[in-house]
């Protein structure tokens, strides 16, 4: 290649990072030695057994708590706290309850300022495009466990990020909940030209999502793998080839 | 045979809807007999036994007997300026416990050193009869309305403060945390989700304090006052004026159920969203 392609954004380099909590009065060791390196625009997804840490390193690349060491690249500049070029979605969709579906939308812009007739206008397009137009005066206790969710993720859309966090999005969702808003998420991402990192504890989202799959190990320090799924998109469960890499990945978990 | 079939079918759809209908009304009719039936029983009672002699008619005078006392001290003004004092003293000290509870309790309840440092006197105070302390305020300030006015402000002072500290504690740290990393100041953050987070907490103090003020109102009045409801209530006594008596009590009544309204109205407006409001 002789010519440099335009420089994507939303490009996560991690070097060295570690994290640890002090534990009723003992250190806890939850992240050592962690380098990842992830391009704009890629789809990341990031596995690993309960409490190897996986929450802790989003809200690190998130700019929530601070690394003990190490550092976190955005586009090659350090990170110091929170910035407006990433935004995170939690478990919960943490939707404030006084506001409508619209408020709640379009909350991250008007906290930043932007002028709310503008807010609403680009809320709008994102409660679409998750497929809630028609609750837009809808109030949360109104809300279905998913429909909620989808809120949650309108409302990171909405500012634009160049990096959107995920942790276990879905996890609270019903089977088929859980389907839809997965090819929908794979639908967004792809529209929205995003960097997605996503952390999940179902292999079968990983696949459909990501173009690679992070590994955290349990022990502290060991190396983390990345797995390559180089599947054509959209991908489709029921192909040999999707099933032979979630064999792969359960492998990776000594699954069988 | 089809034709048959959709007249019997429509006739029995407009019996349908006409017993619905019925049905409807009489459940309206039932529900207003089972919430004011009581209420309205008891005044029957009471009007029947007063009248009929079954119950002392000069300590419990018949209902129009009081009604009549009631309008005439009204339309006649006599009851007018106790209602107008009596309104006064308590509305100055209950405006001065929310402009001051309010305030410091969002201040309080968002700074957990200061709020640490000031419970244990607050929880003292509060356990500290307001009427316990009327003497020495009555000592401080005189006779006269500073030392009435202070009593229930008070009084009144601390259910909205303790409330309003609570509901500061009690917003879900992770709302405040979803606002912070959309790049939310701390001042935005208070403002967006702290303060309307906290609005039912603070309705629970404010409603609580509004019926405080109106017992230590009717305390402090009778005590020292030559005007006030309050002080209508022990001078018709003292007078034997029993029907002026309870006219001066019903008028109290209505001053709480009229306050009490208000504030579940305001409550209603602002936390259309809260579940516990409706
Ligand atoms: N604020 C904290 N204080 C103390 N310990 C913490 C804190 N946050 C996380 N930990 C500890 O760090 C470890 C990793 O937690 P983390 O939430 O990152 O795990 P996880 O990989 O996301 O697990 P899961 O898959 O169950 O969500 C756990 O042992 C947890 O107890
Ligand atoms: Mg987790």
Same mark, same amino acid.
């Given at each position: 290649m002789t010519v440099q392609s335009a420089v994507r954004r939303g490009e996560v380099t991690v070097r060295d990072l570690s994290k640890s909590f002090t534990l009723n009065g003992r250190r806890l060791d939850? =992240?050592?030695g962690i380098q990842l390196d992830v391009d704009g625009g890629e789809a990341l997804a990031i596995v690993g057994p309960s409490g190897c840490g996986k929450t802790t390193l989003l809200r690190v690349l998130a700019g929530i708590e601070p690394p003990d060491d190490g550092s976190v690249l955005i586009d090659g500049r350090p990170v +110091?706290?929170?910035?407006? %070029?990433r935004a995170i979605i939690f478990q %919960?969709?943490? =939707?404030? $309850?006084? =506001?409508t579906v619209l408020g709640n939308v379009s909350f991250g812009l008007q906290v930043r300022g932007t002028p709310k007739a503008e807010a609403e206008s680009r809320a709008r397009h994102y409660i679409r495009l998750v497929g809630l137009g028609d609750f %837009? *005066?809808?109030?949360?206790? +109104?809300? *279905?466990g998913g429909m909620a969710q989808r809120v949650g993720i309108a409302r990171a859309l909405t500012v634009q990020p160049e990096i959107l966090l995920l942790d276990e $999005?879905?996890?609270?969702?019903d089977a088929m909940t859980k389907l839809t808003m997965q090819e929908e998420l794979a639908r967004i991402w792809r529209e929205e030209n995003v960097t997605l990192i996503l952390v999940t504890h179902d292999l079968e989202e990983a696949i459909v999502l990501a173009d690679r799959v992070l590994v955290l190990p349990k022990e502290k320090g060991a190396a983390s793998r990345v797995i390559d799924i180089?599947? $054509?998109? $959209?991908?489709?469960? *029921?192909e040999a080839r999707f099933v032979a890499m979630r064999r792969r990945l359960m492998a990776e978990f000594g699954l069988h | 045979m089809v034709s048959l079939d959709t007249t019997s079918l429509a006739i029995r759809s407009q019996a349908g809807t006409a017993g619905a209908l019925l049905g409807r009304s009489t459940a309206v009719v039932g529900q207003t007999a089972r919430r004011y039936g009581l209420l309205a029983g008891f005044l029957l009672a009471w009007q029947i036994g007063s009248t009929y002699g079954w119950i002392n008619p000069t300590v419990f005078p018949p209902l129009d007997r009081i009604l009549a006392a009631t309008w005439s001290g009204v339309a006649g003004g006599a009851l007018i300026d106790d209602v107008a004092i009596s309104l006064q003293r308590s509305g100055l000290a209950f405006a001065a416990a929310v402009g001051l509870g309010v305030p410091l309790g969002l201040f309080m309840g968002q700074i957990r050193s200061v709020e640490q440092a000031l419970d244990p006197i607050l929880q003292f105070f509060r356990q500290t009869s307001a009427l316990a302390l009327y003497p020495v305020f009555i000592l401080l300030l005189?006779?006269?309305?500073a030392s009435k006015v202070f009593v229930i402000f008070w009084a009144t002072l601390f259910p909205i403060l303790l409330a309003t500290i609570g509901g500061v504690k009690e917003v879900d740290r992770k709302l405040i945390e979803m606002a912070a990393t959309f790049g939310a100041s701390r001042s935005t953050i208070f403002r967006k989700v702290v303060l309307p987070a906290s609005v039912p907490s603070i309705f629970v103090g404010l409603r609580l304090s509004a019926t405080t003020a109106l017992l230590l109102l009717i305390a402090a009045e009778m005590? @020292?006052?030559?005007? @006030?409801l309050g002080f209508q209530v022990m001078n018709a006594q003292y007078n034997f004026q029993i029907p002026q008596m309870f006219a001066a009590i019903l008028l109290l009544a209505l001053l709480g159920l009229s306050a009490n309204a208000a504030l579940v109205a305001l409550q209603r407006r602002l936390c259309r969203w809260d579940d516990a409001a409706r």
């Open positions: 939850v =992240l050592r +110091q706290g929170i910035g407006t %070029e %919960e969709p943490r =939707l404030l $309850p006084w =506001l %837009e *005066s809808a109030y949360p206790r +109104q809300l *279905s $999005p879905l996890g609270a969702l180089d599947l $054509p998109r $959209p991908r489709d469960r *029921s | 005189g006779l006269g309305e005590i @020292g006052a030559n005007k @006030g």
